[in-house]
Each structure stands twice: as C-alpha cells, then as structure tokens.
C-alpha cells in the first residue's frame, strides 16, 4: 500500500506564495539598463540603493526622486558596505551618463513639455581643497593652458540641447534637455587625481573628485533658477587605462580575501547611480587677472583714498566660513552646511533649522558625525575663529606723511583735535616672506609678483632684506610705515619697513 504525504490546502497556499514571490523578485534581474527599458521603481529595489536608504531620514526613506542620473562605468569593489561608492575613469575617455525621469504620475506638471538646464560639475571631494578650490583651480588653468577639466562629447551625446561650457569656469559644462526624450550625455574628465596631490618621492595617491548635476527649471522671466533636484557620485582619475588597471587591482585583491572579509564590502555594480545631494552654491568669484592699484605718480600704490579715512578703506576679504542664526530656515541651513563643507550630513540634517542645529551640545555633534567632522561641525556653529600666529600693523608712508602735515597745521592753527593715524592689520599663520608678500598684495589689491622684494630698514637706514626667520622674530602686535621704491623690472616694487 503506497503512502502519499499532502500538505493541508492553507500550507499549500503559504509555499504557492512564496514560489511566486521569490519568482518575482527574480524578474528584472539581468535586465541591461537603458532608457525605457524599465521602471525605476523597480531598480530602486535592488540591493544597490539600500545603503544609501540607511542613512535616510524615515521621512525619506520611500521617497522617489524625480529625476535619476546613472554613470556607465563600474563602482570599486574595494568599498566598505557603509561608505559611499568610488567609481575610477579614464583620462580623457568618454563615459555616457543617463538622465532619467523618474516622476510620479501628476508630480511636477509644470515642466511637462518643456525643457529643464542641468549644470554638470566636477569639484574636489576633499574638504582640505574644496576650501582652496579656486587657487587649485588657477594653478590648474597655469600648468595647462588652453586645456578644459571637464567637456561634453557632443558628437556621442543624445536629446541634449544647447550645449554650453564657460571658458572661466574649467570644470562646469551645462546644456538643456526635455525629460519626455532619451537623453544621454557623454562627458570627458582631463585632470587626473594626482595633479592635486603634493609631490613626494613618487607612487602618491591621487584625490578623489566628485561629479555633481544639479538640474533648474524656468521660472516666470524664462531663467532657469528654479532648483529641481542635484545628485553626485565619487570618482578617481587616471591616466588612459590606469583605471581599467585599478580596478583589475582591486579585483583581485577582493579576491584573497577570507569569505567573512568580503561580507564588509559592497559588490561592484556595472555602473553609478548618482545620490542625491544638496545642490552646489553659486559663488562668484573676483576676477583675478592682473589689474595694479598704482596711483598717477607710478611710483607707489594706495591703501586708499583721501585722507585715510577708514571709510575710505578697501573691502576686507570675505570671512572662510559665515555664522548660523537661530532664525535659518532649513532650506538655508542646508545651504549653509554645504558652503562650510558638511555636504556629507546636509541628507541627515535635511529638516533641521539654524535653531535646531544651534542647540546641539558638542556630545551630540560628536555622536551624529563622529569625533573629527563633529569637533569641526561644532566649531563652526558657534563661530570660533582661530588666532593667527602673528599680527603686525602697516601704515602707507604717503598717507603717513599727509596725515602728519595736516595734524601739524591744525596745531599751529589752535586746533587740538588732530586726525589719527590709520594702519591695517596682517594676520600672518605661516610666518613666512612669500605670505607676507601676498598679505601685502592683497591689501594694495595688486598680483604678489608686482612685489619684487621686501626689506626691512635696519640700523644706520640700512635695507634688510626680510626673510621666515626676521618675520619669526618679529613682536606680536608690531607697528610698521611702508614705503615702496621702483624695481628695475616695469611695474615691479620694492617694499621698505620701517
């Protein structure tokens, strides 16, 4: 007699369900991505964007953005789970970025037929020269002249629209597109990581940059200002094939790995979904071309005008770092994290105001990032400002000179209420003659090499000239008239101390 064993009809029901949903789980893996080849909604389930939905907020943790940007090029496999992905590209090699609508049904209508502007930048992802960015940019700009950091292949290039790229502005490209229509771009990078890193003995380690798109629409006077949505992702460069190279690397070096270290880092996925991000500040920078304040005797430069009055006195540079008011709106307090360089937290802080932020203790700064960016976060919001190592006090001698003539007149009129004296302060921190010579440049709003040398009036009226180890030596606080002489060398200067 033969025995069957039969599984009550609700078991029955139980493991039918489960067969079709690890069935359909399966369903749209190994599909390749294109442009309408699938939904959106169903890529964000894939493993790949769960590390980035830990670190969400819970408001946001099913929110889906309207828009989805995805590098064609493979993520390092050398990346722990909780970190964010590294992606290596080739110098000068074209690599294809899909802009994607990802929009709710009704969500946005107002840019339904119409096109949107995105701004496609590649900035420092270190925050020790995001706050140098510009001069690195400059020296850049000097050692590769003619040369652009990041430029669009147009011929490659689908549904992009008047594509523009300033030739002030070497890492940023922008162009229109119509989110309805398949577009892709294809970009190339021409710096490579290790031009920004400090020459040693060979075999240094290259920065890493980050690729941002931040995405405007119109508003009602036709500019394209409105922020839509801003995303990036990490990235290496290298020099033709060196990232094929380092990734083959980083391959192999997963794979002499125990099976328990594997477990702590992230798969490497055949290409980049960009996160999103806060979107990147418009800074307007002075122009730095060479533009000399010599006056109309071409034999010395002005601190001012008139008479030395501070109202008269040039502009003070702008501060590294602005303080945070109690009355900030989030959205202005997301601005004011990104200017300061805690782009990494803006996500965590998203619905914080400058009260909020401003009632941390140092504990819970410390606790939410950690002990270096926390100690760092913390200063900043309570607006500590870091002594300089050396202050001293310049004086122009022609305004010296004018302002002793007339407090001299007014004596021998019977007036006692004689004018002051008006000098500016130099902080100097690395004490050295090459900073007190752009120090000094700044403050006369000239270029540091129209400044040939720098003395000090010594004994006797001799000129000595200044070096590290004088300004080392020099008092806290010292008082000093400059006086300039013509350099053999056109528009070139001496500077005198006295």
């Not at 369903?27 to 169903?42: K, P, R, T």
């Not at 909780?82 to 946005?108: A, F, P």
Request: charged share 25%; aromatic share 8%.
């Amino acid at each position: 007699m033969a025995w069957a064993l039969k599984l009550p009809l609700a078991d029955e029901v139980i493991e039918s369900g489960l067969v079709q949903d690890f069935d359909a789980s399966l369903s749209g893996i190994g599909q390749e991505l294109g442009a309408g080849a699938y939904s959106m909604s169903d890529v964000l389930a894939l493993p790949i964007f769960k590390q980035e939905e830990s670190s969400l907020p819970p408001d946001n943790e099913n929110k889906i953005l309207p828009f989805q940007y995805v590098l064609c090029a493979a993520t390092s496999p050398a990346v722990k789970l909780h970190d964010e992905t590294l992606t290596y590209l080739n110098q000068g090699q074209s690599y294809e970025i899909r802009m994607l609508d990802n929009r709710k049904l009704g969500e946005l209508p107002e840019i339904n037929g119409k096109l949107v502007k995105s701004i496609f930048r590649v900035v420092f992802h270190d925050r020790r020269l995001q706050y140098t960015e510009h001069q690195q940019l400059e020296g850049w700009r000097w050692n590769r002249p003619g040369d652009r950091i990041l430029d669009i292949d147009i011929p490659m290039s689908v549904g992009i629209i008047d594509p523009r790229a300033n030739p002030t502005q070497l890492n940023t490209v922008e162009f229109l597109w119509d989110p309805a229509k398949r577009t892709s771009v294809f970009i190339q990078v021409h710096c490579i990581s290790t031009e920004f890193t400090m020459r040693k003995h060979g075999g240094e380690k290259g920065v890493p940059f980050r690729v941002q798109i931040d995405t405007f629409k119109e508003n009602e006077n036709g500019e394209y200002t409105e922020h839509l949505h801003s995303a990036s992702c990490q990235i290496k460069v290298f020099k033709p094939k060196g990232a094929d190279r380092k990734q083959k690397t980083d391959r192999e070096k997963m794979e002499k790995r125990t099976p328990h270290e594997k477990e702590k880092y992230q798969p490497s996925y055949e290409t980049t979904i960009l996160t999103e991000c806060s979107p990147w500040p418009e800074i307007t920078y002075v122009n730095n071309s060479p533009s000399p304040g010599f006056n109309s005797s071409h034999s010395s430069f002005s601190l001012g005008e008139g008479n030395g009055s501070p109202n008269h006195q040039p502009e003070p540079p702008p501060p590294v770092t602005d303080n945070l008011l109690p009355t900030t709106t989030p959205q202005e307090a997301q601005q004011w994290l990104h200017r300061n360089r805690f782009s990494t937290f803006t996500r965590l802080f998203t619905n914080f105001s400058g009260a909020d932020l401003l009632k941390l203790t140092r504990d819970d700064v410390i606790q939410i990032c950690g002990p270096a960016d926390g100690i760092r976060l913390f200063n900043a919001l309570k607006g500590r400002m870091v002594r300089p190592r050396l202050t001293i006090y310049v004086c122009q001698e022609s305004l010296h000179l004018r302002e002793q003539q007339q407090q001299q007149q007014k004596r021998e009129d019977g007036d006692s209420n004689g004018t002051f004296f008006v000098y500016h302060a130099i902080y100097l921190e690395e004490l050295t003659a090459v900073e007190l010579t752009e120090k000094i440049a700044q403050l006369f709003s000239i270029s540091p090499r129209q400044i040939s040398q720098i003395y000090k009036q010594g004994p006797t009226g001799i000129h000595v000239l200044i070096s590290d180890e004088m300004i080392q030596n020099f008092q806290e606080e010292a008082c000093f008239i400059l006086d300039t002489m013509k350099a053999e060398t056109n528009d070139s200067y001496h500077i005198i101390l006295k």
